[in-house]
């Protein structure tokens, strides 16, 4: 019976400069996918050290340069919302709709402990 596990892609006790929670030293190669860089692709997993694919939960090195390994993810290049546009005209504003300093101030009956 051959229950010997496979070494670690890199062995630890070398002076490769991998990350200390980087999947090369834990795992072989066939246990984990090498990406371009960190993503939201592939989150980081604060219980176990790992970064994760989303979908099937597979470790993640996130810097081929240090393991020597080409990429073979590419992460997504995530693009924000364009912020809304606040110098535009109250014409094409709906109406009933009113900019907060435009607002009405409140009068002496509305201050609290006035008559």
């Given at each position: 019976m051959d229950d010997v596990a496979e070494a670690p892609f890199i062995d630890?006790?070398?002076?490769?400069?991998?990350?200390?929670?980087?999947p090369a030293l834990r795992l072989p190669r066939?246990?984990?996918?090498?990406?371009?860089r960190p993503s939201r692709d592939w989150p980081?997993?604060?219980?176990d050290g790992f970064r994760y694919t989303t979908d099937t939960r597979t470790p993640?090195?996130?810097?081929?340069?240090?393991?020597?390994?080409?990429?073979?993810?590419?992460?997504?290049?995530?693009?924000?919302?364009?912020?809304?546009?606040l110098d535009r005209d109250d014409a094409d504003a709906p109406?009933?709709?009113?900019?907060?300093?435009?607002?009405r101030r409140p009068g002496p009956r509305a201050v609290?402990?006035?008559?």
């Open positions: 630890p006790e070398s002076d490769y400069p991998c990350c200390w929670f980087c066939t246990g984990f996918l090498v990406a371009d980081f997993d604060a219980a993640v090195c996130v810097h081929p340069g240090r393991v020597g390994l080409d990429p073979e993810r590419t992460a997504r290049t995530y693009v924000d919302p364009p912020l809304p546009d109406r009933g709709v009113r900019r907060w300093w435009r607002l609290p402990g006035r008559r």
